[in-house]
């Protein structure tokens, strides 16, 4: 039989993490016999959402099996979940989802609708017993919704993948030992076949996390092979426990893709276009902000710190360029729209009006008052009739696409690279080698 197994929410701030799970279970799934019809997939569902700590991933097996080792299957799914999965800790409330044979059109909706949504317990529960699915939480229920989604995310449409290799428990917590002139290396040999190894702008590794969490390093790129052959290149400081590769919805902008047509609100992704509204502003603490009047109303569109670069070009907007926002509401400052990216569709001219000249001497005028012309200094002369002269100026921005510096990507940001390199999947079953031995 085909059995798709979602599993989310089994991180928490203490560490653990939903795809180390995944890649003990290939080990121990593989050793029952039990065939992958597909790389463990990485789910990113709406990274909006107010409880999730970190980038609300969940994670699918789908698996060809004989009929009667469902049971022990869901045995060692659960026994594993049950050792790792971080249960009893806050924010992690770890759930599973097994659904026999291929994944309906209900639970495939679950799915684009947690891209783009909250989705309430109350609607996942309902699908999974219309679609005879099997459900286990352990802690509240809110996990159920991210293992559904994953279920459901078949990814059949654009998507990357990511080799993500693994500490020894004994080294978590300490700092990783990748060695950072190997990465630059790496990144220079395999980009863009690889992506966001490496910030330049700001000489930051980026395949590297930081928390107590297992992972030691995740490697994205568009193939199975890139990702692997980019890992051999690196020089390691420490031993790796286990690597697996994975099939990603990572840098496709999957949730602005559910997202179209969604009307702005609280805790989504947002995609909306219209006219700047103000001068931009930037605050104290380097943060660039700016209001765009849309047909749904006026909103505040916010680019912070960490975005580096893109801030720059928000400061060069003007009232009445006309603009299409991509990003987030997060909800800490109600409506604000956090940028991820930013389309420039076209500029106002830029107009300044200046004091005309002196007609006799040429020099600059200056006002004479309120509705009473422009006095020249030099020659002790009022012009009563002078009007402010109109001058164009040039725009330091062009239209296009502006993105935030890498450091600041999210996981389902597409960087510039990706652009026309979207691809359908095949289906086929992993052959090359996706595991550590
Ligand atoms: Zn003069």
Not at 159 to 165: C, D, K
Not at 271 to 299: M, N, Y
Not at 415 to 437: A, F, M, T, V
């Amino acid at each position: 039989m085909r059995l798709h197994v979602g599993l989310d929410d089994t991180d928490s701030a203490n560490g653990g993490c939903t795809t180390y799970i995944a890649a003990r279970l290939v080990d121990r799934l593989l050793g029952v016999d039990a065939h992958f019809t597909d790389y463990p997939n990485i789910i990113r569902l709406n990274p909006n959402i107010p409880y999730k700590t970190r980038g609300n991933a969940a994670v699918a097996l789908r698996l060809e099996i004989p009929d009667e080792m469902y049971d022990s299957v869901r045995h060692i799914i659960l026994d594993e979940i049950e050792r790792e999965g971080r249960i009893g800790d806050e924010n992690a409330d770890p759930a599973a989802v097994f659904l026999k044979g291929n994944p309906p059109r209900s639970v495939r909706e679950i799915a684009r609708r947690a891209l783009c949504e909250v989705v309430p317990v109350a609607d996942a529960i309902r699908i999974i017993i219309a679609s005879r699915a099997e459900a286990v939480s352990y802690g509240s229920r809110l996990g159920l919704v991210g293992a559904l989604a994953a279920v459901g995310h078949t990814l059949n449409e654009d998507h990357t993948f990511e080799l993500v290799a693994y500490r020894r428990r004994e080294n978590c917590g300490s700092r990783r030992g990748v060695d950072e002139e190997s990465v630059k290396r790496m990144n220079l040999i395999t980009y863009p076949g690889t992506f966001n190894n490496y910030d330049q702008r700001n000489r930051r590794v980026l395949i590297t996390p930081h928390g107590p969490d297992p992972v030691l390093l995740g490697i994205r790129g568009e193939s199975p092979q890139v990702v692997r052959e980019a890992f051999q290149m690196l020089t390691m400081r420490e031993p790796i426990e286990r690597w697996v590769v994975f099939r990603t919805n990572h840098a496709t902008e999957a949730h602005f893709e559910a997202a179209k047509g969604n009307q702005v609100g609280l805790n989504i992704p947002v995609i909306v276009s219209g006219k700047v509204d103000d001068l931009p502003q930037r605050t104290i603490g380097g943060h660039a902000f700016f209001h765009i009047q849309t047909k749904q109303g006026r909103f505040t569109c916010a680019a912070y710190e960490p975005t580096g670069g893109l801030r720059d070009t928000i400061m060069h907007l003007i009232p009445d360029d006309q603009v299409t926002v991509f990003g987030g509401t997060p909800g800490r400052h109600g409506l604000t729209i956090n940028l991820e990216k930013l389309e420039v569709l076209s500029l106002a001219k830029y107009i300044i009006l200046r004091n005309p000249q002196c007609p006799r001497c040429g020099k600059g005028l200056k006002s004479a008052g309120k509705e009473k012309g422009f006095k020249c200094q030099r020659c002790a002369l009022v012009f009563r009739k002078q009007q402010k002269t109109r001058v164009i100026r040039a725009r330091k921005l062009m239209p296009g696409l502006y993105l935030p510096d890498l450091k600041a990507h999210r996981h389902l940001t597409k960087p510039l690279n990706r652009y026309d390199q979207e691809r359908i999947w095949d289906g086929k079953p992993p052959l090359e080698k996706w595991h550590s031995p």
